[in-house]
């Protein structure tokens, strides 16, 4: 037989009992992964969750993404890093300044920029204060017991006022300027478009006003719930004398009935009467309660009574000429403006600014000519 060199055969069986030592080639139990989901190479956190006491400030939801923890932050606010923190939202977001200004934010900071005729308060745009600086004012009340005048502007331009008057029972006043007629709502100061000289007599077009006044319905035993009596006046074409216009106005239709005088001609003879050609306004006050008509009736007409109840009051550029309307209908004093009281008070206009004027629920309107 033939036998291998005894070297050879040793070689062999060296090489062979490689795999079987027990020391150098059995796996280390340490190496073995023994979860399936931690063979994803990608997976460095050995089965932990990353997102594990990760809060997102209390405004996001933390999740895992490629086993880095993310936050999706509520409506409102950002991610920064792991927080949720407030979004940086713009200022001027719903604001509009009243609808009168453009909203500017800077530094974080909204403020309004208000158009003419409007300054800012706080975030809102509302009337400048008639009266300071170069901003007048397109009226003036002096309201019941008060010592001190208001003025104000309308919301829209309508003009300079030419006569005024207002329906006593009712939140309603008439403004007559040279194009037509405006209602006016003395508790808001509502104002709103009425209609042409036309649908008031076809004769006013073109006339020169110069005052107005009105009776309430249910005055000296009237139907209270009759429509208001109404009188304007204006300057005749000679300049010397005043036409009449006397009609009834029915507040709830907003309708004028067939004047009763349509434009007449009438002369004032008293003695204390208005020159015509100065007239500038002229209002109805029917109690005399702040007691700036003065006068005994029955000193210069046939009447027992003793005090000026009703009066009209004219107003011309120099003066003030009051008429008893209650007994004689006679004009019986003449002040001066600065002999007045009430145009002495804080805040009164110029007279001669005046163009228009109403007595209504004891407040006395004057608006600009």
């Known amino acids: 037989m033939y036998r291998l060199p005894l070297l050879l055969v040793a070689l062999l069986f060296g090489i062979s009992g490689c795999g079987t030592d027990p020391v150098h080639h059995h796996p280390n139990q ?5 979860d399936p989901g931690n063979q994803d190479p990608g997976n460095q956190n050995n089965g932990e969750d990353p997102c594990d006491g990760e809060t997102c400030s209390g405004h996001g939801t933390c999740s895992s993404v490629d086993g880095a923890p993310v936050c999706t932050c509520d409506q409102g606010y950002t991610a920064e890093g792991l927080a949720c923190v407030p979004a940086q939202q713009d200022p001027c977001a719903g604001e509009t300044c009243s609808g009168h200004g453009t909203c500017v934010a800077e530094d974080d900071h909204a403020s309004c920029v208000c158009d003419a005729g409007f300054r800012p308060e706080g975030l809102e745009c509302v009337p400048e204060v008639c009266g300071e600086g170069e901003t007048e004012c397109d009226f003036w009340v002096l309201e019941a017991g008060a010592s001190s005048w208001e003025g104000y502007q309308f919301d829209t331009a309508i003009g300079g006022i030419r006569a005024a008057l207002d329906v006593e029972a009712q939140d309603v006043a008439l403004l007559f300027t040279d194009d037509g007629f405006h209602r006016f709502t003395p508790s808001n100061h509502a104002l709103e478009s009425g209609g042409s000289f036309d649908e008031v007599s076809p004769t006013l077009v073109g006339a020169d006003l110069r005052g107005a006044y009105s009776v309430p319905s249910g005055h000296a035993g009237g139907d209270p719930d009759g429509p208001e009596s109404i009188t304007l006046l204006a300057l005749d ?4 004398d005043m036409r009449v216009w006397v009609l009834s106005y029915d507040a709830t239709s907003h309708s004028f009935t067939t004047p009763d005088l349509d434009g007449d001609l009438h002369e004032w003879e008293e003695n204390l009467a208005p020159f015509p050609d100065q007239i500038r306004a002229s209002w109805l006050d029917l109690d005399n309660a702040r007691e700036w008509a003065q006068g005994n009736p029955s000193s210069f007409c ?9 009066y009209m009051a004219v107003m011309t550029s120099h003066n003030v000429h009051f008429m008893d309307v209650g007994h004689c209908w006679e004009f019986m004093q003449v002040s001066q403006f600065n002999q007045l009281d009430f145009f002495g008070y804080d805040g009164a206009p110029d007279p001669l600014e005046i163009g228009g004027a109403f ?3 004891g407040a006395l309107y004057l608006f600009r000519e």
Not at 302 to 310: G, L
């Open 30 to 34: 340490n190496d073995v992964n023994e």
């Open 237 to 240: 074409d000679n300049g010397d």
């Open 302 to 310: 046939e009447t027992p009574a003793t005090e000026i109840t009703p």
């Open 359 to 361: 007595w209504h629920q």
